[in-house]
């Protein structure tokens, strides 16, 4: 078995309101965090080239999520309309399973804060 990593980094405001922590709770309160996201790869065989996936191909896919997650409410996210950690590492692994077909975890992380979550189906 091989895997492949690639890391890249984004930062963006949300609010953790409503049923999350309830509406008086900090968390409700609009706020920012820089996120660490970790795309895995995996594959059984790296044929001729001696690859899984061309980073290349791997850095578009992540430079893609970039242009809708850097500095973004991520509350107005069609499918993040929650977004903690691991609803955030959710929807990037569906979102980028179709670019990426030996994608096998996404684990996204506030390394300030020595927090992460991951998702792996
Ligand atoms: N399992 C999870 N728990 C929490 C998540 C999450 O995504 N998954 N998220 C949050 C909030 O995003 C919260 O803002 C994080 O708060 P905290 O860890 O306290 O970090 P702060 O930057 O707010 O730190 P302060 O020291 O309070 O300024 C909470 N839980
Ligand atoms: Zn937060």
Do not use: C
């Amino acid at each position: 078995m091989y895997e492949q990593r690639y890391r890249f980094f984004f930062e963006a405001a949300h609010e953790l309101g409503g049923n999350v922590a309830g509406d008086d709770h900090p968390y409700a309160r609009v706020h920012g965090h820089s996120f660490e996201v970790l795309l895995i790869l995996r594959g059984e065989e790296v044929g001729p080239k001696g690859w899984l996936t061309d980073f290349a191909l791997v850095r578009a896919e992540a430079d893609d999520l970039r242009r809708t997650l850097d500095h973004a409410f991520l509350n107005h996210i069609e499918g993040l309309e929650v977004p903690t950690l691991e609803n955030l590492s959710h929807y990037i692994f569906e979102r980028s399973r179709k670019a990426l077909d030996k994608l096998a975890a996404v684990e996204v992380a506030r390394p300030s804060l020595g927090e992460s979550a991951r998702y792996e189906p």
